[in-house]
Protein backbone atom coordinates (compact mmCIF):
# COMPACT_ATOMS: atom_id res chain seq x y z
CA UNK A 1 0.00 0.00 0.00
CA UNK A 2 0.99 3.62 -0.85
CA UNK A 3 2.17 5.59 1.97
CA UNK A 4 0.18 8.41 0.05
CA UNK A 5 -2.94 6.73 0.58
CA UNK A 6 -2.18 5.33 3.89
CA UNK A 7 -2.15 9.14 4.83
CA UNK A 8 -5.33 9.52 3.32
CA UNK A 9 -7.20 7.16 5.12
CA UNK A 10 -5.64 7.59 8.32
CA UNK A 11 -6.71 10.99 8.09
CA UNK A 12 -10.31 10.45 8.12
CA UNK A 13 -9.68 7.86 10.77
CA UNK A 14 -8.14 10.89 12.98
CA UNK A 15 -11.31 13.32 12.17
CA UNK A 16 -13.27 10.74 13.05
CA UNK A 17 -11.59 9.60 16.43
CA UNK A 18 -10.08 12.22 18.26
CA UNK A 19 -10.38 10.52 21.34
CA UNK A 20 -9.43 7.34 20.03
CA UNK A 21 -5.59 7.88 19.84
CA UNK A 22 -4.87 4.05 19.68
CA UNK A 23 -7.80 3.02 17.69
CA UNK A 24 -6.47 5.01 14.77
CA UNK A 25 -3.57 3.94 15.17
CA UNK A 26 -3.92 -0.21 15.16
CA UNK A 27 -6.62 0.01 12.41
CA UNK A 28 -3.91 1.78 10.26
CA UNK A 29 -1.60 -1.14 11.47
CA UNK A 30 -4.57 -3.25 10.61
CA UNK A 31 -4.63 -1.84 7.00
CA UNK A 32 -1.37 -2.73 6.28
CA UNK A 33 -0.68 -6.01 7.43
CA UNK A 34 -4.19 -6.94 5.42
CA UNK A 35 -2.33 -5.54 2.35
CA UNK A 36 0.84 -7.13 3.12
CA UNK A 37 1.64 -10.65 2.25
CA UNK A 38 3.70 -11.71 5.25
CA UNK A 39 3.59 -9.01 8.22
CA UNK A 40 1.90 -9.33 11.23
CA UNK A 41 0.43 -6.26 13.06
CA UNK A 42 2.84 -6.80 15.76
CA UNK A 43 5.65 -6.51 12.94
CA UNK A 44 3.99 -3.06 12.09
CA UNK A 45 4.29 -1.93 15.85
CA UNK A 46 7.62 -2.96 15.81
CA UNK A 47 8.99 -1.21 12.53
CA UNK A 48 7.23 2.09 13.94
CA UNK A 49 9.08 2.15 16.95
CA UNK A 50 11.90 1.23 15.04
CA UNK A 51 11.45 4.08 12.49
CA UNK A 52 10.33 6.71 15.23
CA UNK A 53 13.67 5.78 17.20
CA UNK A 54 15.79 5.86 13.58
CA UNK A 55 14.07 10.27 13.32
CA UNK A 56 15.87 10.57 17.12
CA UNK A 57 19.42 9.44 15.22
CA UNK A 58 19.30 5.60 16.57
CA UNK A 59 20.50 3.51 13.96
CA UNK A 60 18.33 0.72 11.99
CA UNK A 61 19.32 -2.73 12.47
CA UNK A 62 18.92 -2.51 8.11
CA UNK A 63 17.93 0.11 5.86
CA UNK A 64 13.50 -0.52 5.33
CA UNK A 65 13.23 -1.56 1.47
CA UNK A 66 11.20 1.05 -0.50
CA UNK A 67 7.76 -0.15 0.23
CA UNK A 68 8.33 -0.11 3.88
CA UNK A 69 9.74 3.26 3.65
CA UNK A 70 6.74 4.63 2.06
CA UNK A 71 4.21 2.88 4.49
CA UNK A 72 7.05 3.83 7.58
CA UNK A 73 6.81 7.67 6.67
CA UNK A 74 3.24 7.87 6.70
CA UNK A 75 2.80 5.39 9.91
CA UNK A 76 5.26 7.42 11.64
CA UNK A 77 3.61 11.03 10.92
CA UNK A 78 0.27 9.67 12.02
CA UNK A 79 1.69 8.87 15.20
CA UNK A 80 3.66 11.91 15.74
CA UNK A 81 0.40 13.85 15.09
CA UNK A 82 -1.41 11.54 17.50
CA UNK A 83 0.93 12.40 20.23
CA UNK A 84 1.09 15.69 19.59
CA UNK A 85 -2.58 15.75 19.52
CA UNK A 86 -2.44 13.24 22.97
CA UNK A 87 -0.45 14.66 25.62
CA UNK A 88 1.57 11.56 27.69
CA UNK A 89 -0.81 9.19 26.52
CA UNK A 90 -0.05 5.66 26.02
CA UNK A 91 -1.18 4.92 22.65
CA UNK A 92 1.05 2.11 21.92
CA UNK A 93 0.33 -0.13 24.78
CA UNK A 94 -3.36 0.31 24.27
CA UNK A 95 -2.76 -0.38 20.32
CA UNK A 96 -0.25 -3.73 21.82
CA UNK A 97 -3.00 -5.07 24.18
CA UNK A 98 -5.71 -4.61 21.15
CA UNK A 99 -3.75 -6.69 19.01
CA UNK A 100 -3.01 -9.08 21.96
CA UNK A 101 -6.76 -9.56 23.55
CA UNK A 102 -8.00 -11.35 19.38
CA UNK A 103 -7.67 -14.70 19.47
CA UNK A 104 -5.36 -14.83 16.67
CA UNK A 105 -2.73 -12.44 17.38
CA UNK A 106 -1.25 -14.78 20.53
CA UNK A 107 2.14 -13.65 20.57
CA UNK A 108 1.45 -10.66 22.39
CA UNK A 109 1.32 -11.57 25.80
CA UNK A 110 1.71 -8.98 28.18
CA UNK A 111 -1.02 -6.62 29.83
CA UNK A 112 -0.10 -2.73 31.07
CA UNK A 113 -1.60 -0.39 33.49
CA UNK A 114 -4.54 1.25 32.50
CA UNK A 115 -3.68 4.77 32.31
CA UNK A 116 -6.43 6.23 34.74
CA UNK A 117 -4.84 3.86 37.72
CA UNK A 118 -0.91 4.63 36.36
CA UNK A 119 -2.22 8.29 36.56
CA UNK A 120 -3.43 7.85 40.42
CA UNK A 121 -0.23 6.40 41.07
CA UNK A 122 1.50 8.88 40.13
CA UNK A 123 -0.32 11.86 41.75
CA UNK A 124 0.42 9.69 45.18
CA UNK A 125 3.85 9.33 44.30
CA UNK A 126 4.03 12.50 43.45
CA UNK A 127 2.44 13.40 46.73
CA UNK A 128 4.99 16.52 48.79
CA UNK A 129 7.33 16.98 46.03
CA UNK A 130 7.47 21.02 46.64
CA UNK A 131 10.50 20.68 48.89
CA UNK A 132 12.35 18.59 46.61
CA UNK A 133 11.44 20.52 43.29
CA UNK A 134 13.37 23.37 45.47
CA UNK A 135 16.43 21.20 45.64
CA UNK A 136 18.61 22.04 42.41
CA UNK A 137 19.60 18.25 41.83
CA UNK A 138 17.69 15.69 39.81
CA UNK A 139 15.14 13.16 41.07
CA UNK A 140 15.77 9.59 39.74
CA UNK A 141 13.07 7.46 38.49
CA UNK A 142 13.64 3.89 37.86
CA UNK A 143 10.96 1.96 36.16
CA UNK A 144 12.06 -1.94 36.13
CA UNK A 145 9.26 -3.21 34.20
CA UNK A 146 8.46 -0.83 31.64
CA UNK A 147 5.91 -2.38 29.54
CA UNK A 148 4.43 0.24 27.33
CA UNK A 149 5.91 3.09 29.67
CA UNK A 150 2.46 4.27 31.04
CA UNK A 151 3.88 4.73 34.40
CA UNK A 152 6.18 6.80 33.47
CA UNK A 153 4.20 8.47 30.39
CA UNK A 154 1.60 9.24 33.57
CA UNK A 155 4.42 10.34 35.82
CA UNK A 156 5.18 13.05 33.07
CA UNK A 157 1.71 14.09 32.73
CA UNK A 158 1.08 14.36 36.17
CA UNK A 159 4.63 16.80 36.66
CA UNK A 160 3.67 18.83 33.82
CA UNK A 161 0.22 19.43 35.02
CA UNK A 162 0.57 20.02 38.34
CA UNK A 163 4.67 22.19 38.53
CA UNK A 164 4.65 22.46 34.93
CA UNK A 165 6.75 21.99 32.21
CA UNK A 166 10.37 22.82 34.03
CA UNK A 167 9.45 20.22 36.47
CA UNK A 168 10.11 17.88 33.79
CA UNK A 169 13.57 18.75 33.64
CA UNK A 170 14.46 18.00 37.72
CA UNK A 171 13.95 13.99 36.25
CA UNK A 172 15.93 11.48 35.20
CA UNK A 173 13.98 8.46 34.15
CA UNK A 174 15.73 5.00 33.50
CA UNK A 175 13.29 2.51 32.19
CA UNK A 176 14.20 -1.52 31.63
CA UNK A 177 12.41 -4.48 30.26
CA UNK A 178 13.12 -7.69 29.43
CA UNK A 179 10.71 -7.76 26.31
CA UNK A 180 12.18 -5.72 23.63
CA UNK A 181 9.41 -4.63 21.68
CA UNK A 182 8.29 -3.13 25.10
CA UNK A 183 11.78 -1.95 25.43
CA UNK A 184 10.89 -0.05 22.36
CA UNK A 185 8.05 1.12 23.13
CA UNK A 186 8.80 2.91 26.06
CA UNK A 187 11.68 4.62 23.96
CA UNK A 188 9.48 5.88 21.31
CA UNK A 189 6.69 7.13 23.63
CA UNK A 190 8.94 8.88 26.00
CA UNK A 191 10.85 10.43 23.01
CA UNK A 192 7.87 11.28 21.04
CA UNK A 193 6.49 12.84 24.30
CA UNK A 194 9.37 14.84 25.30
CA UNK A 195 10.16 16.37 21.82
CA UNK A 196 6.32 17.45 21.76
CA UNK A 197 5.51 18.50 25.54
CA UNK A 198 9.05 18.72 27.30
CA UNK A 199 12.01 17.13 27.73
CA UNK A 200 13.61 15.57 30.76
CA UNK A 201 16.64 16.10 32.27
CA UNK A 202 17.65 12.51 31.30
CA UNK A 203 15.70 9.91 29.79
CA UNK A 204 17.67 5.74 29.63
CA UNK A 205 16.02 2.99 28.53
CA UNK A 206 17.21 -0.47 28.71
CA UNK A 207 16.38 -3.57 27.26
CA UNK A 208 17.12 -6.81 29.49
CA UNK A 209 17.05 -8.25 33.02
CA UNK A 210 16.24 -5.95 35.60
CA UNK A 211 17.14 -8.69 38.20
CA UNK A 212 20.66 -9.07 36.92
CA UNK A 213 21.54 -6.28 34.92
CA UNK A 214 24.15 -8.86 33.33
CA UNK A 215 23.29 -7.83 29.51
CA UNK A 216 21.67 -4.74 29.68
CA UNK A 217 21.32 -3.16 25.86
CA UNK A 218 20.80 0.58 25.64
CA UNK A 219 17.49 1.59 23.71
CA UNK A 220 17.82 4.96 23.85
CA UNK A 221 20.10 7.36 26.41
CA UNK A 222 20.27 11.13 26.96
CA UNK A 223 21.37 13.16 29.76
CA UNK A 224 21.27 17.18 29.14
CA UNK A 225 24.65 18.98 30.11
CA UNK A 226 25.49 19.70 33.67
CA UNK A 227 25.81 23.05 33.01
CA UNK A 228 22.28 23.25 31.82
CA UNK A 229 21.24 21.73 34.79
CA UNK A 230 23.12 24.06 36.93
CA UNK A 231 20.60 26.84 35.45
CA UNK A 232 17.52 25.10 35.91
CA UNK A 233 16.34 28.32 38.11
CA UNK A 234 17.86 30.73 35.90
CA UNK A 235 14.67 32.96 34.87
CA UNK A 236 15.99 33.36 31.39
CA UNK A 237 15.43 29.59 30.37
CA UNK A 238 12.03 29.63 28.54
CA UNK A 239 9.12 27.97 31.27
CA UNK A 240 8.07 26.31 27.92
CA UNK A 241 10.35 24.79 25.31
CA UNK A 242 8.01 22.31 23.42
CA UNK A 243 9.04 22.80 20.03
CA UNK A 244 6.92 23.69 17.42
CA UNK A 245 7.54 21.16 14.61
CA UNK A 246 7.15 17.64 15.50
CA UNK A 247 10.85 17.16 15.00
CA UNK A 248 12.71 16.52 18.43
CA UNK A 249 15.40 19.18 18.83
CA UNK A 250 18.98 18.37 17.65
CA UNK A 251 20.61 18.97 21.08
CA UNK A 252 17.74 15.78 21.70
CA UNK A 253 18.45 13.71 18.36
CA UNK A 254 22.44 14.43 18.88
CA UNK A 255 22.23 13.08 22.53
CA UNK A 256 20.41 9.70 21.76
CA UNK A 257 22.66 9.22 19.23
CA UNK A 258 25.33 9.63 21.48
CA UNK A 259 23.46 7.27 24.15
CA UNK A 260 23.78 4.43 22.09
CA UNK A 261 27.50 3.77 23.11
CA UNK A 262 26.91 4.69 27.05
CA UNK A 263 26.52 2.18 29.65
CA UNK A 264 25.74 3.42 33.01
CA UNK A 265 25.76 -0.02 35.10
C1 LIG B 1 2.60 -6.75 33.64
S1 LIG B 1 3.74 -5.84 32.66
C2 LIG B 1 3.68 -4.29 33.51
C3 LIG B 1 4.34 -3.19 32.76
C4 LIG B 1 4.23 -1.78 33.37
N1 LIG B 1 5.02 -1.66 34.59
C5 LIG B 1 2.80 -1.42 33.65
O1 LIG B 1 2.48 -1.15 34.81
O2 LIG B 1 2.01 -1.38 32.73
C6 LIG B 1 5.28 -6.53 33.24
C7 LIG B 1 6.48 -6.16 32.37
O3 LIG B 1 7.65 -6.58 33.05
C8 LIG B 1 8.56 -7.11 32.12
N2 LIG B 1 9.48 -7.97 32.89
C9 LIG B 1 9.21 -9.13 33.53
N3 LIG B 1 10.31 -9.59 34.18
C10 LIG B 1 11.30 -8.68 33.96
C11 LIG B 1 12.67 -8.59 34.38
N4 LIG B 1 13.24 -9.52 35.14
N5 LIG B 1 13.39 -7.52 33.97
C12 LIG B 1 12.82 -6.56 33.20
N6 LIG B 1 11.53 -6.60 32.77
C13 LIG B 1 10.78 -7.64 33.16
C14 LIG B 1 7.69 -7.81 31.11
O4 LIG B 1 8.34 -7.96 29.86
C15 LIG B 1 6.49 -6.85 31.03
O5 LIG B 1 6.64 -5.90 30.01
Known amino acids: MGGASLFNEVRTMSKSNVDQPARVLSRAIETLAARGRHDRP??????????????????????????????????????????????WTDILGSVYM????RGQHRWLGQYFTPQTVATCMAEMQLTGLEDR?????????LEPTSGSGVMLL???????RRHGVAALRRFAFTAIDLDRLCAEMTATQLLAN???????????????????????????????????????????????????????SPAMAFAVAVGEQMSLF
Open 42 to 87: DEWLRCLCQDVLAGFGRRLAQPWDEARHEALHALSALYGKLVGDHP
Open 98 to 101: EFGS
Open 194 to 248: AAFHGEPGELHVYHGNALTHATLEIVVSFARSPAFIDRLDDPTIPPDPRPTCPTP
Open 133 to 141: LSENELIRV
Open 154 to 160: AMCECLQ
